[in-house]
């Protein structure tokens, strides 16, 4: 029934309601044409930063991108909403073809170099970091200078929702990687092996 209402209230709108209505229409358009077109740009801008673009590159909203040193995506390549990309002076980021990045991942080679494969899946919420804050006890965390360690992730790498992968891990071709699990250097992975848990640790292998 109140629905009902609601559509015979809108069908029999004073003059004054239609009027006001009218006149405020042009300017509901005019404001969601310039929210897209300004999505487009920032969009536009962004992508502008990295230093190689392969074709039919896909990505969603709210892309942040800071390149000092060098940022490479490949072909076919699917972004998704809110993600980041860091490149400092020296550092190196590199997208293989037709791989996908989902939302609210961040990928953070600082001055060191993140290197992802052709065909890699990543969860949403993942974050890659190749560089880490030092930890001596004779000098605040924040004063002490990065430790910048190469992340290597193969062809064929699937890592789920919520994980981390820190500085200096390696995950060979066909590696698949649980939920919010904690990937760091110690773990040495082997081809087509599934790893979870945090720390992650082996699970079992891949079979055909």
């Given at each position: 029934m109140?629905?009902?209402?609601?559509?015979?209230?809108e069908?029999?709108?004073?003059?004054?309601?239609?009027?006001?209505y009218?006149?405020?229409?042009?300017?509901?358009l005019v404001?969601?044409?310039?929210?897209?077109?300004?999505?487009?740009?920032?969009?536009?801008?962004e992508?502008?930063?990295v230093?190689?673009t392969?074709?039919?590159?896909?990505?969603?909203n709210n892309?942040q991108?800071?390149?000092?040193?060098?940022?490479?995506?490949?072909?076919?390549v699917q972004?998704?909403n809110?993600i980041?990309?860091?490149?400092y002076?020296k550092g190196k980021?590199?997208?293989?073809?037709n791989s996908v990045?989902?939302?609210g991942?961040?990928?953070?080679?600082?001055?060191?170099h993140?290197?992802?494969g052709?065909?890699?899946?990543?969860?949403e919420?993942?974050?890659?970091?190749?560089?880490n804050?030092?930890t001596s006890?004779?000098?605040k965390?924040?004063?002490?200078?990065?430790?910048?360690?190469k992340?290597t992730?193969?062809?064929?790498?699937?890592?789920g929702?919520?994980c981390?992968?820190?500085?200096?891990?390696?995950?060979?071709?066909?590696?698949?990687?649980?939920?919010?699990?904690?990937?760091?250097?110690?773990l040495?992975?082997?081809e087509?092996?599934?790893?979870?848990?945090n720390?992650?640790?082996?699970?079992?292998a891949r079979?055909?």
């Amino acid at each position: 029934m109140q629905e009902i209402k609601k559509i015979k209230k809108e069908f029999f709108l004073s003059k004054r309601e239609k009027l006001f209505y009218y006149l405020l229409l042009p300017l509901i358009l005019v404001f969601k044409i310039n929210k897209k077109l300004n999505t487009f740009l920032q969009k536009i801008n962004e992508i502008k930063k990295v230093t190689k673009t392969g074709k039919n590159l896909i990505c969603g909203n709210n892309l942040q991108i800071f390149n000092k040193g060098m940022i490479r995506i490949g072909d076919n390549v699917q972004m998704g909403n809110n993600i980041k990309l860091i490149a400092y002076a020296k550092g190196k980021i590199s997208i293989g073809n037709n791989s996908v990045i989902s939302d609210g991942c961040f990928i953070i080679a600082g001055s060191s170099h993140i290197e992802i494969g052709n065909d890699c899946l990543i969860g949403e919420y993942t974050s890659i970091r190749a560089s880490n804050h030092g930890t001596s006890s004779e000098l605040k965390i924040r004063s002490q200078s990065n430790i910048n360690k190469k992340v290597t992730i193969g062809n064929d790498v699937w890592i789920g929702r919520g994980c981390a992968i820190a500085a200096g891990s390696t995950l060979k071709f066909g590696v698949v990687i649980g939920a919010n699990s904690f990937v760091g250097p110690r773990l040495k992975t082997k081809e087509n092996s599934i790893y979870g848990g945090n720390p992650a640790h082996f699970l079992k292998a891949r079979f055909l």
